[in-house]
């Protein structure tokens, strides 16, 4: 990210972008910041009161009026995420920006002790739906003149570590499938993929995995939010197949 970046307020004025784990956390925080930047957002996540606070703050701040889709991305029918899809065609018409944050933690163990179950829940909702979203996403967000597309990795992504299961061996995934998609797509300048991790932040998930942590001592999702703004601006237009660092 260039030095002097700075994202402009109406940097994302006109565009549309879908923030999947939009109700807490740092997708929270990410579909307020690029509401309050200009763009339409539409919130996804389960649960139906924390995406109706969300709806209700970006109001209240006087952004763009966004979109709330109630969802569980554990549904493994790919019909469920074409239905999605169409759903987003037909109310929003268009998809400029896809932020796939939307993740789960699992159970901290070792390998060989992780149970079955969750090891296979953290691998479908961490891996198997955004596979889903992107296949059934891709030819609306084909359609955008500049389309960004963000997953979201994590440090246990790049580098192994030990209890973290599961969840390290999906963020592999992750930026896997970004650089899949980074190389099928680098010749298009009209569709970017990117990984960012957020690296530690005071949210829920961080808060579980560390129990014993300070959660004041971790920045806030807030603070965090330049890399989500430049991948999505179009200032970042050219940039594709890279893997930032939130901080
Ligand atoms: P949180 O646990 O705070 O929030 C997770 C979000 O995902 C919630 O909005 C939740 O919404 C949503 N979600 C969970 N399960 C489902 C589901 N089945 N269907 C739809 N939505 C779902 O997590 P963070 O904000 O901390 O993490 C965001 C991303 O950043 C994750 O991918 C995480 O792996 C990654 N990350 C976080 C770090 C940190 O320190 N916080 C560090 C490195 C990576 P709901 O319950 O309403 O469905």
């Known amino acids: 990210i260039p030095d002097n970046y700075q994202p402009d307020p109406t940097a994302l004025a006109g565009k549309t972008i879908l923030v999947t784990g939009a109700s807490d956390g740092i997708g929270r925080s990410a579909a307020m910041s690029y509401a309050a930047h200009g763009a339409t957002v ?65 159970q901290r163990r070792p390998l060989e002790q992780s149970a079955w179950n969750d090891w296979r829940d953290v691998i479908h909702l961490n891996v198997h739906s955004q596979f889903l979203l992107i296949k059934s996403l891709m030819p609306l967000l084909r359609q955008a003149p500049r389309a960004s597309l963000v997953l979201t990795s994590s440090g246990v992504g790049r580098t192994g570590r030990a209890y973290w299961g599961a969840y390290a061996v999906s963020k592999f995934a992750t930026e896997g499938m970004m650089q899949v998609l980074a190389s099928e797509t680098e010749n298009t300048s009209d569709i970017r993929v990117n990984c960012i991790n957020p690296g530690a932040t005071n949210t829920a998930m961080r808060r579980a995995a560390y129990p014993a942590e300070e959660p004041d001592s971790n920045p806030s999702p807030e603070a965090i939010m330049r890399s989500y703004l430049y991948l999505m601006d179009d200032a970042s237009v050219g940039c594709s197949g890279c893997s930032f660092n939130a901080q």
């Open 42 to 106: 539409v919130l996804l996540a389960r649960n139906v009161e924390k995406l109706e606070s969300v709806y209700d703050a970006i109001e209240a701040a006087g952004g763009p009026q966004p979109a709330a889709i109630p969802f569980d991305l554990a549904q493994d029918t790919e019909e469920a995420f074409i239905a999605l899809a169409d759903v987003i065609e037909e109310q929003l018409g268009r998809l400029d920006g896809l932020l796939l944050n939307a993740g789960i933690l699992g």
